[in-house]
């Protein structure tokens, strides 16, 4: 793959990423105002899990959402989405 190639698939990347955190958290909000609060944490915690799958897959260093190594953004990504996920039943809002 050139370098040229890598650049507009790393931009394809970014701007999905983009686009798909932007529709969740919106989706997340939507969801909690018509009082479906547990539904919405799950997408977030969703939206984290599919970010730790995007970086095994993608393990290019200039991908967008790429902090250090691949392994270690994985583990934050999926650590986070896993407490989310175990935490959002104890969610207590009226």
Known sequence: MTERQREKRN??????AIVSTIL????AVVLA?????????????ALLAVYGISRVIF???????????????TLVYFL???????LAPYINVP
């Open 11 to 16: 931009r394809i990347i970014r701007i999905a």
């Open 80 to 86: 986070l989405a896993a407490a989310i996920f175990v």
């Open 24 to 27: 969740v958290v919106a989706a």
């Open 33 to 45: 105002l018509l009082g479906h609060q547990l539904l919405g944490v799950y997408s977030i915690s």
């Open 59 to 73: 393990r290019d260093q200039r991908v967008w959402f790429a902090a250090r190594a691949w392994w270690f953004d």
